[in-house]
């Protein structure tokens, strides 16, 4: 986890707390996150809070399209971020990430990504500074006929645990 303040002491009460990234910390009650961050002050425990009222929640919806003549699919994706949007730098125009160890302001960068097997098939980066962004993937299909298993996914640049992977059949 890289978030402010967190040290050996407060990862290894994580771990007996079965605490293993942001989300499991915004789900503690307030008696165990109390317990957690004891030997924080309040100011450090707000810092903590603001970098993981950061984690994004990102929903996303897609459809696979074939085209006419079998040759490619496109799938288009819709993203929608739940929560608050004033984590957004409107001068900017992007997502800062809390990241102490970078050597300036990190911006949230997202990955879509098809691949099957050991084969990457299409790539696009996304930006998902506002509600919903809608994108696609674009790809040939294989020639020879079968059923055909890809993986979708959004990938985050910035935030482990936030990664979304879905399985998608293409029969040719």
């Known amino acids: 986890m890289q978030l402010p303040y967190i040290n050996q002491d407060i990862v290894d009460e994580a771990k007996k707390m079965k605490v293993e990234d942001v989300l499991d910390i915004l789900d503690l009650d307030d008696e165990k996150r109390n317990k957690l961050f004891r030997n924080l002050s309040e100011s450090q425990v707000a810092e903590v809070a603001q970098a993981c009222n950061q984690f994004p929640s990102i929903n996303m919806e897609y459809k696979v399209n074939k085209s006419k003549d079998g ?43 098809a691949g099957m097997k050991d084969s990457l098939v299409a790539i696009r980066r996304v930006t998902i500074n506002k509600a919903q962004v809608k994108a696609k993937l674009q790809f040939r299909l294989p020639e020879k006929p079968g059923k055909y298993t890809y993986t979708l996914c959004l990938m985050s640049d910035s935030f482990m645990g936030a990664d979304h992977e879905y399985e998608v059949e293409v029969a040719v």
């Open 71 to 113: 040759k490619t699919v496109t799938i288009p994706v819709v993203l929608e971020r739940d929560g608050d949007l004033g984590v957004i730098d409107k001068t900017a125009g992007f997502v800062p990430v809390y990241a102490k160890y970078y050597p300036g302001e990190k911006e949230e960068s997202w990955w879509l990504v």
